[in-house]
């Protein structure tokens, strides 16, 4: 069974950073695009990036500059390295990944999401 467990998530204070992790396990045959959404109370899940396995990424427009996501294909591990946090990121942060489970069909996994607060 494929599972996406994420971690590194926590209380920081404005201006700082955190790193998040996200790391795919079980039968995986091949991960294509891997990424990170967020959602607050009351709103829908947003898009904050994505990486493709060729290397190519997506920022959304609040986060451009700040973050940065990146992977490891050998180890189906994606990153989001978050600075100059602001309290409007605060949010719980869920790691999704479209991928090939072995003798299976594609499919969209989503992690069990990891609280970031930025508060002072």
């Known amino acids: 069974q494929v599972q996406l467990v994420e971690s590194g998530g926590g209380l920081v204070q404005p201006g700082g950073s955190l790193r998040l992790s996200c790391a795919s396990s079980?039968?995986?045959?091949?991960?294509?695009?891997m990424g990170w959404y967020r959602q607050t109370p009351g709103k829908e899940r947003e898009l904050v990036a994505t990486?493709?396995?060729?290397?190519?990424?997506n920022y959304a427009d609040s986060v451009k500059g700040r973050f940065t996501i990146s992977r490891d294909n050998a180890k189906n591990t994606v990153y989001l390295q978050m600075n100059s946090l602001k309290p409007e990121d605060t949010a719980v942060y869920y790691c999704n990944a479209h991928l090939i489970p072995w003798g299976e069909g594609p499919g969209d996994y989503w992690g069990q999401g990891t609280q970031v607060t930025v508060s002072s």
């Open positions: 079980g039968r995986i045959f091949s991960v294509d695009v």
């Open positions: 990486t493709t396995s060729g290397g190519m990424t």
